[in-house]
């Protein structure tokens, strides 16, 4: 009995012993235990090298695509984010100018804001004072026709630029309307909203300042004749932004 244990333990601890003779050394640094290329170890602790868990962007055999990142539920929304309704049609069109309002008024730091924006999205076609005589439209040598005029345009939807709804403005900047172009993946919605503030503070300096639709009491104290207002936004711009 005594002998059988003893030979049984001699066995054991030879088994053992070929087992730990084959582990390597330098496994930490191995190519093999990158995770891209499973390899058969011996080690009591294998989870610590080849992590069980999926990794990030990587494969695995739980979906038939072998995608580890899945795309979100049909209907996701970002946090924060407002879908916009009205599809890309006329209709859409006319219903958003009927139903749409905007939200943000025309606070100092508001009207800054859309300035700012408009310098740098809106000003190269339609010009400083909105004439429609940017530098793409003066420097293209009759290519390009120019923009409606804020200041006496008729908008090809047929309004006036005096009595274009706003809900119409934010249509157009966010779908395009002919030569222009779509701003729906420069532009968040507030940033559409706030340029619309400063478009209207355009039109206003060469409309009466109760014809220029909503949020126009603020405009009607600065004035018919605001080209200062306008210099007084610019100014502004440097200060620091509201989030
Ligand atoms: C590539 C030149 C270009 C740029 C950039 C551009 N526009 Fe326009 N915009 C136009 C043209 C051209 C029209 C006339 C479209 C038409 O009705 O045929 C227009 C029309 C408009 C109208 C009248 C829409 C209507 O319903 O009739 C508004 C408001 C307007 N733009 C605002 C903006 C604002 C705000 C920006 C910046 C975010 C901007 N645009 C950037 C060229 C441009």
Redo the contacts with the bound molecule.
């Keep these: 009995m005594k002998n059988n244990n003893t030979i049984a333990l001699l066995i054991f601890g030879g088994v053992v012993l070929i087992l730990v003779s084959c582990a390597k050394t330098d496994r930490e640094y191995s190519e093999e235990l990158k995770h891209d290329k499973p390899v058969r170890q011996f080690t009591a602790a294998l989870d610590m090298y080849e992590s069980p868990s999926i990794e990030t962007y990587g494969e695995n055999s739980i979906y038939s695509d072998n995608m580890g990142s899945r795309h979100p539920v049909a209907g996701t929304i970002p946090r924060g984010f407002m879908p916009y309704m009205y599809p890309n049609t006329n209709e859409g069109?006319v219903m958003a100018g009927d139903s749409l309002r905007n939200p943000y008024s025309n606070t100092p730091a508001n009207l800054a804001k859309g300035a700012d924006?408009?310098s740098k999205?809106?000003l190269?076609?339609?010009g400083t004072t909105g004439a429609g005589d940017?530098p793409?439209i003066t420097n293209s040598n009759g290519k390009?026709?120019?923009?409606?005029s804020?200041i006496d345009g008729v908008?090809?939807?047929g309004?006036a630029?005096k009595d274009?709804p706003v809900g119409?403005?934010y249509?157009?900047?966010t779908y395009g309307?002919?030569?222009?172009?779509s701003?729906a993946s420069q532009?968040t919605a507030e940033e559409?909203w706030k340029?619309?503030l400063h478009?209207q503070a355009l039109i206003n300096q060469g409309a009466p300042a109760n014809e220029a639709g909503e949020g126009d009491s603020e405009e009607a104290a600065t004035g018919g004749d605001d080209a200062s207002a306008v210099v007084e936004i610019e100014e502004e711009q440097t200060a620091p932004e509201e989030n």
């Design positions: 069109y924006i408009y999205f809106c190269h076609c339609h940017g793409v390009f026709p120019p923009p409606t804020y908008s090809s939807g309004d630029m274009l119409k403005m249509h157009t900047i309307r002919n030569m222009m172009g701003h532009l559409r340029v619309i478009v």
